[in-house]
């Protein structure tokens, strides 16, 4: 059984910097492609940055990169999203996903390659 547990979100103003992690169990995160995906209000959830299975690649959504930066510590099993100079547009509840297949990157920005999800956690940034 796959557990992922978000934490790190909060209440912030524009500007600021927040760390979330997704603890994981169930699953290697050093033999899994991990990603970040965020849902806003009324809105789709989407791609934020996905990390490969081996650490050496990673992706971001154009309109994160540069400011979110996606990590791993494979001896806690963990994935980090870092994340600085926030917006308000980057309002959403964050979620952490695995990918369903191990040893494998590709689609890394695509919902239906992942099929574990953490519960999420809520961002709020105010202007």
């Known amino acids: 059984q796959v557990l992922l547990v978000e934490s790190g979100g909060g209440l912030v103003q524009a500007g600021d910097s927040l760390r979330l992690s997704c603890a994981a169990s169930?699953?290697?995160?050093?033999?899994?492609?991990m990603g970040w995906f965020r849902q806003a209000p009324g809105k789709e959830r989407e791609f934020v940055a996905a990390?490969?299975?081996?650490?050496?690649?990673?992706d971001y959504a154009d309109s994160v990169k540069g400011r979110f930066t996606i990590s791993r510590d494979a001896a806690k099993n963990t994935v980090y999203l870092q994340m600085n100079s926030l917006k308000p547009e980057d309002t959403a509840v964050y979620y952490c996903?695995?990918?369903?297949?191990?040893?494998?990157?590709?689609?890394?920005?695509?919902?239906?390659?992942?099929?574990?999800w953490g519960q999420g956690t809520q961002v709020t940034v105010s202007s």
């Open positions: 169930g699953r290697t995160v050093s033999q899994y492609t």
């Open positions: 990390i490969s299975w081996s650490g050496r690649s990673t």
């Open positions: 996903a695995a990918d369903h297949l191990p040893v494998y990157y590709s689609d890394y920005n695509l919902l239906r390659e992942y099929d574990s």
